[in-house]
């Protein structure tokens, strides 16, 4: 993007407080920073982004009221439906407080908002300011999350184990156990939500971290639902970004060194993102289906993500002996670095919509291991849609595991998977070059906010 760009307005932007809607919100600030805007955060106590790795942004919290029982439910629907009604009066108090601040030349000109923080609508159309939406999930789980509302209402939710493999009507590359259902089922307040972030709003434009070259069709059949209200696609925001870190946890780049240290592309990357858990039964299978597939892997297994255990202690005995030098294991990892570094091969991931742009955007080919809601939809279109990954469709079994690993890193399977991701990066190089379509797109949005 061009150098030295005018000041413009201040912008205030509301994140979804989860590592993986923080990520590409601060990425979104850090573009529309180095394009001329002033930057406000207005977040949550709970996951409170840090501000000294964001310098250029002001940081305004604002009260969650989340007793220490819903954070610790695991609830994310709860979670987020108790967000939007504890958060609605305070962010509108702030909001009113600030534009009553504001100097001349420093005035809130609008409020970019995650989808899943609808409340922040309401306080822009109270102090007639405009708001703009940002969609961090793939457009095929909007659409499919939409569409779980009207299978339920035509019985079709929940459906008998027989229909698992069949494939969803109008969302052709989706069968029944791709849908983005939560772990709880689709509970009621599941439907609310959906209903809640997906009905009519009134924000002047939807900004979108996917890329055109990845989802063109439904892209092009959101445009038409949304119309007149545009949509920009400007992903992936974090190749846009300058580079920073919006990490909740501390990053260990020591496994950047011990990388440094093993041949091209002979590195399984394991990660299952920031919320996933795994039971220590599945852990073990996990473990073992490493250490019989004699491939080289870094993985992250993040603290607390083993109920029971506080990080590795419940790996199984022997594990560690028996791979040695063949494995690194860290609390949590740099991942763009680690997926840009040569001597990584491979990507087991849960697909999470960041974990799959950012693989994609290096051109690392994927085992997919779904865990729950967008993931599913995520994984199928890397394995089904995309072919750049395989897909883990049945309980975590180390034989199964084992296989998979030697498919993606050994095999001609996993060459031809690889291949192909590459092929992908290159689109993705192409959309974000100038004249590329999410630069346009950018470009088009920086126009739209400038006015
Ligand atoms: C959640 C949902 O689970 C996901 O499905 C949804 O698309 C976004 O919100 P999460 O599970 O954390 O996100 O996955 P993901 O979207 O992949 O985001 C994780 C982020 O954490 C990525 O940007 C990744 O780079 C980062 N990360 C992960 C690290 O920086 N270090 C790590 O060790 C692991």
Known sequence: MEEQPPRHGRVVLVPCPFQGHLNPMLQLGAILHSQGFSITVVHTKFNSPNPSCHHEFTFQPIQDCLSPDEISSGNLVAILLALNCNCKTPFQECMTWMTQQQKPDDRVTCIIYDELMYFAEAAANHLKLSSLILCTTSVATAQSRVAIRQLKEEGCIPWPDSMSQDRVPNLHSLRFKDLPVSIFGVPDNFLDLISQTYNARTSSAVIWN??????????????????????????????????????????????????????????????????????????????????????????????????????????????????????????????????????????????????????????????????????????????????????????????????????????????????????????????????????????????????
């Open 210 to 451: 996917t890329i055109d070259c990845l989802e063109q069709s439904s892209l092009e059949q959101q445009q038409r639902r949304y119309r007149p209200i545009p949509i920009f696609p400007i992903g992936p925001l974090h190749k846009f970004a300058p580079v920073s870190s919006s990490s909740l946890l501390n990053e260990d780049t020591s496994c950047i060194t011990w990388l440094d240290k093993q041949p091209c592309n002979s590195v399984l990357y394991i990660s299952l993102g920031s919320l996933a858990s795994i039971d220590e039964t599945e852990v073990a299978e996990m473990a073992w289906g490493l250490a019989n597939s004699w491939q080289r892997f870094l993985w992250v297994v993040r603290p607390g993500s083993i109920p029971g255990s506080e990080w590795t202690e419940s790996l199984p005995e022997g594990f560690r002996e028996i791979v040695g030098g063949r494995g690194c294991i860290v609390r949590w990892a740099p991942q763009k670095e680690v997926l840009a570094h040569p001597a990584v091969g491979g990507f087991w991931s849960h697909c999470g919509w960041n974990s799959t742009l950012e693989s994609i955007s290096e051109g690392v080919p994927m085992i997919c291991t779904p865990c729950f809601g967008d993931q599913r939809v995520n994984a199928r279109y890397a394995s089904y849609v995309w072919g750049i990954g395989l897909q883990l469709e049945n309980k975590l079994e180390r034989k199964e595991i084992e296989m998979a690993i030697r498919r993606l890193m050994v095999d001609s399977e996993g060459e031809e998977m690889r291949h192909k991701a590459q092929n992908l990066k290159e689109k993705v190089e192409i959309c974000i070059k100038e004249g590329g379509s999410s630069y346009n797109n950018l470009k088009m949005l920086l126009e739209f906010m400038s006015f």
